[in-house]
């Protein structure tokens, strides 16, 4: 409360002064163009809800990973949990937080026009990004099945026509720092390419209390990228692109947040044992582990963009192929003891740990037809196939309940889509958008944790259409409204995990449909000086998909399932203004009411009674808040520019405020796992040469020491099923300060 306050304060007194000394002046809002209708459009001119971050406000704001991004969209949010496929994002209360390698994506990670198809795979550190769009709400027409909550489409840097470079160091407390450096230029009058390659180290953080054991959470990452253009003649060009990226990390400790008194590790070994050292409080970042959370993501890809003009038209192939590597390990006795020895009464040694292993290949190819825009109509014509193959191996020894399998998914998918645009008068315009796919899913999964261990064989195949109508008309006073009816679908996918059946190879869960109607307005206020757009939504989803956690023995299986139906409703506020030539002022915010209507045969959660809708350990889960949705959340942004005349360099300083309400983390609405709500302020001090050569930036993040947990579950089925829960702290909750470097020619 008093860091809200503060910033209150702050903001207001600045604000006070800000405008009583404006004047008229020629300021004008850049126009920023997105490619929301694979069209290069103004923002102001589509009939999407779409969050646009640019270059300059990722640099000037420090946003790093695709996590940061959840800073400036109020309505997305990330669940940072033990690992990056467990991690999963959420538009508007929507996505799919659930694992497994038959399950595609609620909100779909676009980079440079090619989808990443695996949960974990778009949250990685951003390098060399040009511009972000988050696309809220059913995407499915243009952008596919994976995109029934949303998309993030992030473009990054191409070939510049003149030679240019830059390096920029970041250092940190806790010994982190990243390298990235880039260069660009032309090759003769119709190529150019640009290289670009980064680094980066942190030193574990959470700290272990184990005998010569590492602290967790370190993370290193490598990677290295190039983009070549050439232009082959005056109507073809061609752009390749060239990746991968290798991280290594020791992250992310689930740590122990909270016990009801009588808590014993497996009914038995006493806190005093298993926890020595450590106080499990909602604040906890010190564990007594032995076994590291071990991560290894090796990603690399090639891709082909190439653009044809043909008369009028454009036509627009896209190919990619894509390879994910991705190796886990982590503790699951949440200790440093010789537990199978305890089990075993000192016949075998060790700990109870899991090990997973996942490879990917991905092929894609898009094809589009633009029109040229005729005086009263435009159109678009495309074509998308895919092909993913995924392997997964997991090991994972209990004294009950013990998971060893082996799996393969195979995915192939192609569509036929397209969208028209009818424009009746030069105020209105009304499209029309539709989309067929057909998909094959298959399955072979081996389960040796069974006494004879067989092969399962599935396959199945899926078709579906979706579409999209919306109507926009253009007002005198530089304004925009429009109305949108959209039909998503999220196709049906195999439950891959630990006890695999024939019932689960021949019962599949079901597709996902979402029916969203959209009204919105886009203005442009006070000569052209502040942008100011709001939209209200209403969403329903039937079928959604949703994981289970079942409880078996001292572990927890997850299991994958359909709610019967969901809604999300809401209204989005986001705003740009520049107050005066120093000071502008961003301010989004969110409003959103995202619930369960109908999900039977819910598990109850710890302690729930039959008064409380509890009956043979199952419940009906009926207005319930979906997890890791708040009701409201809003960001502020003020940066502030002042020229120093007399000095060879300009000042600049922002700060950024984020504040969310409180959330539930688990589906089944236990009262254990809801988190408070919290708000984030970051400063930023910085200078910057004259001519661009050189700029220094100070920063402190979680100004206030902000302390808040990123997931949050009752693990009492390893402490003799009374409560006991651990949660994940992000590195974003302590404070921590830092300076960044950047040398540019």
């Known amino acids: 409360m008093r860091s809200k306050i503060v910033i209150s304060s702050l903001f207001f007194t600045l604000l006070t002064t800000v405008c009583a000394a404006l004047a008229e002046s020629d300021l004008q809002i850049e126009e920023i163009v997105v490619t929301a209708q694979k069209r290069e459009q103004s923002i102001q001119d589509v009939p999407v809800s779409v969050t646009a971050i640019s270059a300059d406000t990722i640099d000037s704001l420090g946003l790093q990973t695709t996590s940061d991004i959840a800073r400036l969209s109020s309505s997305l949010t990330v669940i940072e949990s033990n690992n990056k496929t467990n991690s999963a994002l959420s538009i508007r209360g929507i996505g799919t937080n659930l694992f497994g390698i038959g399950i595609e994506q609620g909100v779909a990670v676009v980079v440079d026009d090619v989808a990443k198809v695996q949960q974990g795979q778009g949250l990685a550190n951003m390098v060399d990004v040009e511009r972000i769009e988050v696309l809220r709400g059913p995407q499915s027409t243009l952008f596919g099945k994976a995109s029934s909550a949303g998309v993030i489409n992030i473009t990054t840097k191409g070939p510049t026509d003149e030679f240019e470079g830059s390096i920029e160091v970041t250092a940190t407390e ?26 980066s180290e942190l030193d574990g953080w959470v700290e272990n209390l184990a005998a010569g054991a590492e602290d967790f959470n370190s993370e290193e990452s490598q990677g290295f990228s190039a983009k070549l253009y050439w232009q082959i003649n005056e109507d073809v060009d061609v752009l390749l692109k060239a990746y991968t990226v290798d991280e290594e990390s020791q992250c992310c400790a689930r740590v122990l947040g909270g016990f009801a008194p009588g808590a014993a590790l497996f009914g038995a070994i006493p806190q005093s044992v298993f926890a020595a050292g450590v106080t499990a409080d909602s604040e906890n970042t010190t564990v007594r582990y032995d076994t590291l959370p071990n991560s290894d993501n090796d990603s690399q890809g090639i891709s082909a963009r190439i653009t044809a003009d043909i008369g009028d038209f454009q036509l627009v192939s896209i190919t990619a192929y894509d390879e994910w590597d991705y190796t886990n390990s982590e503790d699951v006795d949440l200790s440093e003891l010789d537990v199978l020895g305890i089990f ?40 998308y196939y895919s092909d993913s193959d995924v392997d997964r191996s997991f090991f994972r020894i209990l004294p009950v309940a013990p998971a060893n399998f082996v799996a393969n998914a195979g995915n192939e998918n192609y569509a036929f889509f397209g969208q028209f645009n009818w424009r009746p008068s030069e105020q209105t315009t009304v499209s029309l958008g539709l989309r067929y796919a057909s998909e094959e899913i298959s399955t072979e999964v081996t389960d040796f944790a069974v006494a004879t261990p067989t092969a399962i064989i599935a396959d199945d195949d899926d078709d579906a259409i979706t579409g999209k109508i919306s109507v926009q ?24 995990t630990a006890g695999f059946t024939q019932f689960n190879a021949d019962n599949p869960i079901k597709e996902e449909t979402a029916d969203a109607f959209e009204i919105g307005i886009k203005s442009t206020l006070w000569n052209q000086r502040m942008q100011l757009n709001v939209t209200a939504f209403h969403t329903t989803y039937d079928d959604f998909q949703v994981q289970t956690a079942i409880t078996t023995g001292p572990t927890i299986v997850f299991r994958k399932a359909n709610v019967g139906e969901l ?35 819910a598990q109850c959660y710890r302690d729930q009674t039959e008064a409380q809708g509890c009956f043979a350990g199952f419940q009906t889960v009926d207005g319930g808040e979906l997890p890791n949705s708040p009701e409201w959340k809003y960001t502020v942004a003020l940066q502030f520019e002042q020229g120093l005349s007399s000095l060879p360099f300009d000042l600049y300083a922002n700060v950024l405020y984020v504040w969310q309400d409180e959330i539930q983390f688990g589906l089944t609405q236990a009262p254990a796992t809801r988190e408070d709500s919290y708000g984030i302020a970051n400063l930023r001090l910085g200078l910057i040469d004259k001519n661009d050569r050189w700029e220094v930036t100070a920063f402190v993040n979680n100004v206030f020491d902000e302390s808040y947990r990123s997931e949050l579950i009752d693990f009492g089925v390893l402490f003799g099923n009374t409560e006991a829960l651990v949660h994940i702290t992000p590195r974003n909750a302590e404070r921590y300060a830092g300076l960044t470097a950047k040398l540019s020619f």
């Open 174 to 199: 806790e010994n982190y720092h990243k390298v990235l450096a880039s260069v660009s230029g032309p090759i003769g009058d119709s190529a150019g390419y640009r290289l670009t390659a980064h680094t």
């Open 344 to 383: 075993t009464g000192g016949a075998v040694s060790g700990n109870f740990y899991s090990d997973s292993v996942r490879e990917l290949e991905f092929f894609s190819q898009e094809l589009r037809l633009l029109s040229p825009t005729y005086d009263n109509y435009d159109y678009l014509l495309g074509f």
């Open 473 to 496: 008309r253009f007002l005198a006073n530089d304004a925009m409204v429009f109305a949108s009816y959209t039909r998503g679908h999220k196709a049906q996918a195999y439950d891959i």
């Open 567 to 601: 809604e999300t409703r809401g209204i989005e506020l986001e705003s740009m203004t520049l107050l005066s030539e120093r000071f502008s002022l961003m301010f989004n915010a969110a409003y959103i009411d995202a619930v369960v209507n109908e999900y039977e045969g």
